[in-house]
């Protein structure tokens, strides 16, 4: 198996795939609701199975992932990893995510575990998290991992395609890109309480709120039936 990582002169921003969402619309039934098919569990595998290619483990000195929704694509990519039969690179989960602040109209960043945690400073480290979004909470770690100096690496599987804080030449790893939906699975939380309860966010498909697919397909070229 080779290994080919991006770089900044090949920019994922221009050759990353896009996935659309189904022509038309494909409910899934939970256990009293009803979600929208965004991505099927084969499209997740194969590019699961591209980013597990194109990034070599071994060339860095750990991997941190983001709980909780890094947690899903560690364990996926290191479960094709481990078929090379090598020791892979120790793994350290941080947790990085952004809150509501006291005065309820800007978003501030918390840090249950930040990088500076496990006191490891001048390595080369991969950072691994299921989505991006605005980039505020990688823009975080990046400048946290520079103040000690550690040369962050970061992949993610899914980039919304909206408006971000950091360029995207910063990632170095996209598996593909979407739309920008509100979206769950693959690690990701579906953030609605009328949802969360009744759907893993660790499943190997991507969904949205039915009511956003709805909206979606109404104001899109997509038919609904």
Same mark, same amino acid.
């Given at each position: 198996?080779?290994?080919?990582?991006?770089?900044?002169?090949?920019?994922?921003?221009?050759i990353?795939?896009?996935?659309?969402?189904?022509?038309?619309? /494909?409910?899934?039934?939970?256990?009293?609701?009803?979600?929208?098919?965004?991505?099927?569990?084969?499209?997740?595998?194969?590019?699961?199975?591209?980013l597990?290619?194109?990034?070599?483990?071994?060339?860095?000195?750990?991997?941190?992932?983001?709980?909780?929704?890094?947690?899903?694509?560690?364990?996926?990519?290191?479960?094709?990893?481990?078929?090379?039969?090598?020791?892979?690179?120790?793994?350290?989960?941080?947790?990085?995510?952004? /809150? %509501?602040?006291?005065?309820?109209?800007?978003?501030?960043?918390?840090?249950?575990?930040?990088?500076?945690?496990?006191?490891?400073?001048?390595?080369?480290?991969? %950072? %691994?998290?299921?989505?991006?979004?605005?980039?505020a909470?990688?823009?975080? /770690?990046?400048?946290?991992?520079?103040? %000690?100096?550690?040369?962050?690496?970061?992949?993610?599987?899914?980039?919304?395609?909206?408006?971000?804080?950091?360029?995207?030449?910063?990632?170095?790893?996209?598996?593909?890109?979407?739309?920008?939906?509100?979206?769950?699975?693959?690690?990701?939380?579906?953030?609605?309480?009328?949802?969360?309860h009744?759907?893993?966010?660790?499943?190997?498909?991507?969904?949205?709120?039915?009511?956003?697919?709805?909206?979606?397909?109404?104001?899109?070229?997509?038919?609904?039936?």
């Amino acid at each position: 198996m080779s290994f080919s990582p991006l770089t900044q002169e090949t920019s994922p921003l221009r050759i990353k795939p896009f996935v659309h969402p189904p022509e038309k619309l /494909i409910k899934i039934k939970l256990t009293t609701q009803e979600v929208a098919l965004v991505a099927d569990a084969r499209t997740i595998k194969h590019h699961l199975d591209k980013l597990a290619s194109d990034i070599d483990p071994y060339s860095f000195d750990n991997i941190f992932y983001n709980l909780e929704g890094g947690e899903f694509l560690k364990n996926e990519l290191c479960k094709r990893w481990k078929r090379h039969f090598r020791p892979l690179p120790p793994c350290y989960p941080v947790e990085y995510h952004t /809150i %509501l602040a006291p005065n309820k109209r800007t978003l501030e960043i918390a840090k249950p575990i930040p990088i500076s945690f496990f006191n490891i400073k001048n390595t080369n480290s991969l %950072l %691994l998290d299921d989505l991006y979004d605005t980039g505020a909470t990688l823009k975080a /770690i990046q400048l946290e991992s520079k103040k %000690l100096n550690i040369n962050l690496t970061t992949a993610v599987l899914v980039s919304k395609n909206a408006a971000k804080v950091i360029p995207e030449p910063q990632l170095s790893y996209v598996g593909f890109e979407i739309p920008d939906l509100w979206i769950g699975g693959c690690g990701t939380n579906l953030s609605r309480e009328d949802l969360d309860h009744e759907f893993d966010r660790n499943s190997p498909l991507l969904v949205m709120p039915l009511d956003i697919a709805t909206e979606f397909y109404h104001s899109s070229r997509y038919p609904i039936n």
